[in-house]
């Protein structure tokens, strides 16, 4: 019995770190509408991109939070891989909103308490 509840205190306190932070990337500088793509880019997840020229892009926090001290990071990749060597570059997301200028292709993207 005193296994199961520790289980389930481990699986609640890993459920409180999960982060989904909202993306929207555009074919022109400065997060000019319309966006050409979006998606949901949930932490634990390396997510497909749609592989399409960027040049800026938005991003916010959706829903969820990271573990205290630690911040979501928003990470973009050149290949599917979601590795570091094909890392982009990486992005401290918030609440509100932010355009970030970029100037790639990106094929995945993750994001991650950091």
């Known amino acids: 019995m005193q296994f199961k ?13 999960t982060i989904d932070v909202a993306f ?11 966006s050409i793509e979006s998606a949901n880019v949930i932490s634990g997840a390396c997510g497909p991109a ?13 829903s969820g939070s990271c573990d205290a001290g630690t911040s979501p990071v928003l990470k973009l990749y050149t290949a599917a891989d979601c ?3 094909s890392l982009y570059d990486e992005y401290e997301v918030t609440n509100d909103t932010q355009c970030f200028a970029v ?12």
Do not use: R
């Open 5 to 17: 509840i520790l289980a389930l205190s481990a699986l609640v306190a890993a459920a409180t770190a």
């Open 24 to 34: 929207s990337g555009y074919y022109v500088a400065d997060c000019v509408s319309p």
């Open 50 to 62: 749609n592989g399409l020229p960027l040049k800026s892009f938005s991003a916010h926090i959706y």
């Open 83 to 85: 590795t570091e060597a």
């Open 103 to 114: 100037d790639g292709t990106f094929l995945s993207n993750e994001v991650v308490c950091e």
